[in-house]
């Protein structure tokens, strides 16, 4: 099974077109260890031939550019594409606005929890992926299920999915009530365990997160690889760096460091690889000189980037 990370930053990427933060502007700059990402997203094959992608985000164009194995092959007809599946973690913008993207009345199929399949269907836009050609398929929490492409046909990779702390999308809030509670824990977000025939152990895709509870301590330990929700460093990061007045929490995004962080919660299991994805412009684990890149690493964590392989 080959895993590739064609998208490692959160939601507006890396740099943000509105961004002027220091991080941001060292990217622009071309500042050695600083490197730019496109938003959330990955890919992921059985076979070398067919893939699936987690998550369709705002630059799968430029990814599936930058990406061979997911553009056309050469003998293939004139219309075609080696993309068999989207798989949904959640509603956010950053995660379902690339389906748009994938128009073009292209076969393939997509597969949702009940509530981001709901959020399509409100949302008459997406109609312009025909259901009759772009068939959607329910994602089933607690139950293993065998990704098939538009057609029925196996792709060879495996999912079960769960729940994980999160917070309903952002454009689905209610405005205006100080006192709403947007968290949620039961599957408008959720984490993925991906295998496949004759891969050795078991990736887990888990980019949005707000907290790490035993339930998904269970989950992740002895996984081959975890790919973990790294939005922010700190809670408050986005306030001290004067671009937003959210924190990470507040956003449904768990921070890597602190007592409460990702990088304590998880420090006791035993896991493979441990890669942080969906990281925020402000993250300054984005520079790969600074402190906080240091000791992401000496903790045991990778920090993704664009281009990232592996294989299991």
């Known amino acids: ?83 068999r599946a989207v798989v949904l973690t959640n509603a956010d913008v950053d995660h379902i606005a690339g389906l748009l993207s994938l128009r073009e009345r292209q076969p393939f199929a997509i597969y949702a929890t009940a509530q981001v399949l709901a959020t399509l269907a409100a949302n008459s836009i997406f109609n312009v992926l025909d259901p009759a050609i772009v068939p959607r398929r329910l994602l089933a929490p607690t139950e293993e299920l065998a990704i098939r492409d538009a057609d029925g046909h196996e792709t060879g990779v495996v999912v079960d999915v769960f729940p994980v702390p999160g917070k309903i999308a952002l454009y689905l809030e209610q405005r205006g009530d100080p006192s709403a509670d947007f968290s949620s824990d039961t599957g408008d977000t959720i984490g993925v365990r991906i295998t496949g025939a004759g891969s050795r152990g078991a990736v ?55 007592e409460a962080g990702s990088i304590a919660g998880l420090a006791d299991l035993r896991i493979g690889r441990r890669i942080f994805v969906h990281i925020n412009n402000t993250n300054p684990v984005l520079d790969e000189n600074s402190a906080e890149h240091a000791a992401v690493k000496a903790a045991g964590w990778e920090v993704a980037s664009d281009g990232m392989e592996m294989e299991f």
């Open 204 to 258: 887990f895709y888990i980019p949005g997160c707000a907290r790490i509870d035993a339930s998904l301590r269970t989950r992740v330990r002895d996984a081959a690889c975890l790919l973990l929700d790294g939005t922010v460093y700190t809670d408050d990061e986005m306030i001290v760096a004067r671009v937003g007045q959210k924190t990470g929490a507040r956003m449904g995004h768990i921070a890597m460091s602190g």
């Open 1 to 83: 099974m080959r895993v590739k990370i064609i998208g490692s930053a959160a939601g507006g990427g890396f740099p943000q077109w509105n961004c002027n933060y220091r991080l941001s502007r060292a990217a622009r700059a071309g500042m050695p260890g600083v490197h730019s990402r496109t938003q959330s997203c990955i890919a992921v094959s059985a076979d070398g031939a067919g893939w699936v992608l987690f998550n369709a985000s705002p630059d799968v164009r430029q990814q599936i550019a930058q990406t061979p194995e997911l553009q056309p092959a050469a003998d293939a007809p004139p219309r075609s594409t080696p993309i």
